[in-house]
């Protein structure tokens, strides 16, 4: 059972240019989180996506950036315009449900993230 | 306000010895979930163990265990017998019922000395 795929792995961008980060939930799970990092930070919470809808977006920055969950292929975040600020890692996670709080299914389990790095 | 916190930037422990690393948690949910993730020099993010808030037993995983203590809100991660393998960053983390994201520590740095 693959686990949570994302791509690329690294990602070099200048600064006024586009980036787009993929990420393939695992198999069964149909929430999506990203999240982003800092260098020596914790992970910081961005948006959550079901299938076509998002959920909660809540830590998202007001512009440049957007996500989407489509009914068919991968969760999509997109940057655009990058400042060097926006260099970090991106994770992505899915879990089995999105109900939070005191249930073992809420479990989110992590991709191997996306650095960005912005020249 | 929700909030997690990781008092331990770094910590130093000889192979073999049994390690803990502290969390203590802040919400008004009564249903709340804590996780435990590494993240080793390689970058990835990986789930160690989860603790219910209504779970009255403390998880375990092969060499973890969550000591969850409910009224003190904490929920600190034992590692048993700890390996050279297991230097990495390690996260704690909670998730509760008035949303759907997780939050995080600000992590703690364990380095084992052989």
């Known amino acids: 059972n693959a686990g949570v795929m994302q791509n690329p792995r690294h990602l070099v961008r200048r600064r006024g240019q586009e980036a787009r980060l993929r990420c393939s939930p695992m198999?069964?799970?149909?929430?999506v989180y990203w999240y982003r990092q800092l260098p020596e930070e914790g992970l910081k919470f961005m948006v959550y996506?079901?299938?076509?809808?998002?959920?909660?977006e809540s830590g998202m920055p007001k512009e440049r950036f957007s996500a989407e969950f489509p009914k068919e292929g991968p969760s999509i975040l997109r940057i655009q315009q990058v400042v060097r600020g926006d260099s970090a890692a991106y994770f992505c996670?899915?879990?089995?449900?999105?109900?939070?709080?005191?249930?073992?299914?809420?479990?989110?389990?992590f991709g191997p993230g996306t650095r960005l790095t912005v020249l | 306000a929700q909030k997690i916190t990781q008092t331990q930037p770094g910590m130093f422990v000889q192979e073999k010895e049994a390690v803990t690393l502290d969390c203590t948690y802040d919400?008004?949910?009564?249903?709340?979930?804590l996780f435990w993730y590494k993240q080793p020099s390689s970058g990835e993010m990986i789930f160690l163990i989860y603790?219910?808030?209504?779970?009255?037993q403390n998880a375990t995983e092969g060499r973890y265990s969550l000591n969850f203590q409910k009224a003190r809100k904490s929920a600190n991660l034992v590692i048993s017998a700890s390996q050279l393998g297991d230097s990495a960053m390690y996260f704690c983390?909670?998730?509760?019922?008035?949303?759907?994201?997780?939050?995080f520590g600000s992590g703690t740095r364990l380095s084992i000395r052989p």
């Open positions: 996670a899915s879990s089995l449900s999105g109900t939070s709080g005191g249930i073992s299914t809420d479990t989110q389990y």
């Open positions: 919400t008004s949910d009564q249903s709340y979930g």
């Open positions: 198999k069964g799970h149909s929430h």
């Open positions: 983390a909670m998730s509760y019922s008035s949303a759907s994201k997780i939050i």
């Open positions: 603790q219910g808030s209504y779970d009255e």
């Open positions: 996506l079901q299938k076509e809808n998002i959920i909660d």
